[in-house]
């Protein structure tokens, strides 16, 4: 029983660790768009994952849903290469018994 608890808490770390590395991912990109928009100030624009609004009060720099999506699709990613690896340990386990 406190086997299974701990190969569901690795999964879920290695989820966790998957998705910060999308937020490394989106931030590269986030803090690239923000310099060319301090030093361009361009009309608003959207890429992919990062949306850039210009109004005559505000300029906004955001995360779009797609930009979330990939940071869950890295830690999918992982959590899905954890698994595969579990199930290799196993098969290994029993050829050699």
């Known amino acids: 029983m406190c086997l299974?608890?701990?190969?569901?808490?690795?999964?879920v770390l290695r989820?966790?660790?998957?998705?910060?590395?999308?937020?490394?991912?989106?931030?590269?990109?986030?803090?690239?768009?923000?310099?060319?928009?301090?030093?361009?100030?361009p009309q608003e624009?959207?890429?992919?994952?990062?949306?850039?609004?210009?109004?005559?009060?505000?300029?906004?720099?955001?995360?779009?849903i797609a930009g979330h999506f990939l940071m869950v699709l890295y830690g999918m990613f992982e959590w899905v290469k954890c698994k595969n690896e579990i199930k290799r340990r196993k098969r290994r386990r029993k050829t050699y018994e």
């Open 45 to 64: 624009f959207s890429l992919w994952i990062i949306k850039y609004i210009k109004t005559s009060e505000y300029s906004k720099l955001k995360i779009t």
């Open 4 to 11: 299974g608890l701990g190969k569901q808490m690795g999964l």
């Open 15 to 41: 989820f966790v660790y998957g998705y910060l590395k999308g937020f490394i991912f989106v931030a590269i990109i986030y803090i690239a768009v923000a310099l060319t928009v301090i030093f361009l100030d």
